[in-house]
């Protein structure tokens, strides 16, 4: 029996039925990179989970519009409004203009997620492109008396929102120990309440990215650029918002205040946010020299690397485990994905050669109504693997001959492998892409076999032992020869 999907959700903290707003269109927004740096993996874990629930809601028969934005102005390097601005920072140290480095590291970042095999949104708006939506929705919360302005910047009234609104709705936190806990900053005396937040931040006379408004020139804070896009393309209220539980505390909170500030509404009816990266039991962080980058994993020039893993491995290694659940990084944890990347796609790669019998012992439905469940049960990829390696089961034993399955259910066989393996996953074979490989493998296979057939056993042997010294190993069956990766 199919089970109806359910997700967790934050702001109520259990698992809710998916009860889109008006089905079958479901709005999802997740927040973006802010692309003044290469993307690090834990943005990379959060992107290939929600392009897991977005390949599934559309198999599912939704009509998903995915909008993931691009942080490309207004992001200071302190998350409460102080420091400098990471474009301009990071334009001075590469002597570049600050659009240059959004160009430079927005190009990395869709190049990582291509080789991750993620579906691009549906839109994927940017904060440089929606300034008129931004200082719009800040007029609008000025006028419902939920922010004011202080020398050319404007800041959100936490205190006063929270009169009427829920400010910790999301964390759960009481509103009297984030303020013991928040420290008066310097520069920042003209705030009325310390946990005010800036919408529109007055730019000085050097400040390179800057706009005009009603205030002056200046450019808009962090989190006013995505409840600004979301609602723009969205509206003011849709199904599903996205992202790193990192932004939970802050930026999302920040979020529904401007939103429920400027629309009385909740902006969202579920929020989902992915859990952390750790390497070797320890948080995954630049301060503790600890984390690596995309391409660092995938050459393995990294000092805590013992080798680089291919980008299906590791989009296998971090759909082993639940998207709320913490992903240890080890050299022997990838080790161990390697191989059963390499023995689900060796399975899959069979398929094609399976031959139907007239009669089987074999039902496919039952597996296919676990996947689902699974699937359904707040997108819980790690089991669903583990179903997939029944199939890769079933695969092998009918291939030696061992079991027998009909035209039937090889069709279905074939239709699980292929939806959730390739479409729900995104999973690519790396292998069977590389064509020269192939080719050359499939000519020392004929040769052999022409060598066995000609009784030439010292050659058959020499090409198989050679083989397997670099890694491939034949097997042999009725159906013909196969190769793999040791």
């Known amino acids: 029996m199919i089970q109806e999907l359910q997700l967790y959700n934050t702001i109520s903290r259990k698992k809710e039925v ?50 993931r934005n691009i942080t490309d102005a207004g992001h200071l390097e302190g998350d409460r409004d102080e420091g400098d601005d990471k474009f301009a920072k990071r334009a001075k140290l590469e002597q ?45 919360i000025m006028a419902n008396g939920y922010a004011y302005e202080i020398k050319g910047t404007i800041y959100f009234d936490v205190e006063k929102y929270s009169k009427s609104y829920n400010y910790t709705i999301l964390t759960n936190r009481k509103l009297e120990d984030l303020l013991e806990n928040t420290r008066e900053l310097s520069g920042q005396d003209d705030k009325k309440g310390r946990l005010d937040f800036a919408l529109w931040i007055k730019a000085k006379p050097e400040t390179l990215m800057q706009w005009q408004s009603p205030w002056g020139m200046g450019f808009p804070g962090w989190h006013i650029e995505c409840s600004a896009m979301s609602a723009k393309y969205l509206g003011q209220e849709f199904d599903i ?15 529904i205040a401007q939103s429920e500030a400027c629309s009385h ?64 990084f080890s050299n022997d944890a990838l080790d161990a994905s390697e ?65 027998k399955i009909t035209t039937a259910e090889l069709e279905k066989l074939n239709t699980l492998v292929h939806d959730f393996v390739f479409d729900i996953f995104g999973l690519q074979d790396e292998e069977s892409s590389n064509l020269e490989l192939n080719e050359i493998l499939d000519m020392m296979i004929a040769l052999r076999k022409e060598a066995k057939e000609n009784k ?14 670099i890694g491939i190993q034949l097997k042999d069956s009725k159906e013909g020869t196969t190769w793999s990766k040791i």
């Open 241 to 255: 918002h996205g992202g790193g539980m990192d932004l939970a505390a802050t930026h999302h909170t920040n979020e």
């Open 339 to 403: 191989k059963g990347f390499r023995r689900l796609m060796n399975a899959v790669a069979l398929l094609p050669k399976l031959v139907a019998s007239e009669t089987g012992n074999i039902e496919i439905e039952p597996l296919r109504i676990k996947c689902v469940n699974a699937m359904n049960d707040d997108f819980n990829s790690p089991v669903v693997i583990a179903e997939l390696f029944e199939a890769v089961r079933i695969i092998n034993t009918v291939y030696d001959g061992s079991a």
């Open 456 to 469: 030439d056993y010292a050659t058959s042997d020499s090409i198989r032992i050679g083989l397997q010294k």
């Open 18 to 67: 998916f009860k889109p707003l008006n089905s079958p269109h479901v709005g999802m927004y997740v927040c973006g990179p802010t692309v003044y740096s290469d993307v690090h993996l834990g943005n990379c874990r959060t992107f290939i989970s929600f392009d897991l629930i977005f390949r599934y809601l559309k198999y599912s028969g939704y009509k998903v519009r995915y909008v």
């Open 96 to 140: 570049l203009e600050p659009m240059e480095i959004v160009q430079k590291y927005t190009l990395g970042f869709h190049e990582v997620l291509r080789m991750f095999n993620t579906l691009p949104p549906s839109i994927e708006p940017t904060a440089t492109g929606h300034i008129i939506e931004q200082i719009e929705m800040i007029k609008s």
């Open 265 to 328: 509404h909740q902006p969202a009816k579920y929020w989902m946010h992915t859990n952390m990266l750790t390497v070797n039991g320890t948080r995954m962080s630049k301060s503790a020299g600890n984390g690596f980058l995309p391409h660092e994993l995938f050459t393995g020039n990294h000092p805590l690397l013992r080798k680089g893993y291919s980008p299906m491995t590791v989009k296998f290694f971090m759909l082993q485990a639940h998207y709320r659940s913490t992903l240890d």
